[in-house]
């Protein structure tokens, strides 16, 4: 079955701009995490989905942003992009339910000029 | 706040050793810990994941142990292979009643280089 997806892949904005970030799921998975890595910090944790609802949030500024759907699609946004904003955005899916691997995206390459 | 850190940083093998890898996490509250594989520009690939009541898993060439009770995991690669050349990182899940089984903390990765 189909692994998760991503769009877009790569993207260039210019500081100051928004950005909104797709994630398609795991066919029957309903929770979609979404984490922020950067050489600096390594693998961070933005926030967790669970049928439309936000399970967990990670500590970044009001800027970062989520929602899921009904059929457990999920896009993150983030607005007024500053340089450090620049990093690889990834998304991963899970059941939900305890003892169940996560599975990772290839991500979304942001870069902020 | 849990904390996972892992050792070494970087590791440069000879193709057809035996290595191992460390994870270590402050925090023993865990649900899960899962080991992952990320080569250069790419996602994460899950290799093995270990719940919390048990000892060890294994795939192929691959053993995990975990020491809830220390805060210790391990990933040891038998027969390294110049393909095994990856970012390999750990990561945990806490046991928080159920409701954080989506949110990873990671470890900062061990940079594997196996030379033929």
């Known amino acids: 079955k189909a692994g998760v997806t991503q769009t877009p892949r790569y993207l260039i904005k210019t500081r100051g701009q928004q950005v909104t970030l797709s994630c398609s799921p795991i066919?029957?998975?309903?929770?979609v995490s979404w984490y922020q890595q950067t050489p600096g910090q390594g693998l961070q944790f933005l926030f967790e989905?669970?049928?439309?609802?936000?399970?967990n949030k990670g500590n970044f500024p009001g800027r970062f942003s989520g929602r899921q759907f009904s059929n457990s699609r999920s896009e993150m946004n983030v607005s007024t992009l500053e340089l450090g904003d620049s990093a690889l955005y990834l998304c991963?899916?899970?059941?939900?339910?305890?003892?169940?691997?996560?599975?990772f995206g290839e991500g979304s390459w942001l870069t902020v000029v | 706040k849990q904390e996972v850190t892992q050792i070494p940083a970087a590791l440069s093998v000879p193709e057809g050793e035996n290595l191992v890898l460390n994870c270590s996490f402050t925090?023993?509250?865990?649900?899960?810990l899962q080991w992952f594989r990320q080569d250069p520009g790419k996602g994460l690939t899950s290799l093995l994941l270990?719940?919390?009541?048990?000892r060890e898993q294994t795939s192929g060439r691959l053993n995990a142990s975990l020491d809830k009770s220390s805060g210790r995991s391990t990933l040891y690669i038998a027969a390294s292979q110049p393909g095994d050349s990856a970012t390999y990182l750990c990561?945990?899940?806490?046991?928080?009643?159920?409701?954080?089984?989506?949110?990873?903390?990671f470890g900062q990765g061990t940079i594997l280089t196996v030379h033929p």
């Open positions: 066919s029957g998975h309903r929770s």
């Open positions: 270990i719940q919390s009541s048990q």
């Open positions: 990561a945990v899940t806490a046991n928080a009643g159920g409701t954080s089984y989506g949110k990873l903390t």
């Open positions: 925090d023993s509250a865990i649900y899960n």
């Open positions: 989905y669970f049928s439309e609802t936000q399970r």
């Open positions: 991963a899916s899970t059941s939900g339910q305890g003892g169940n691997t996560i599975y």
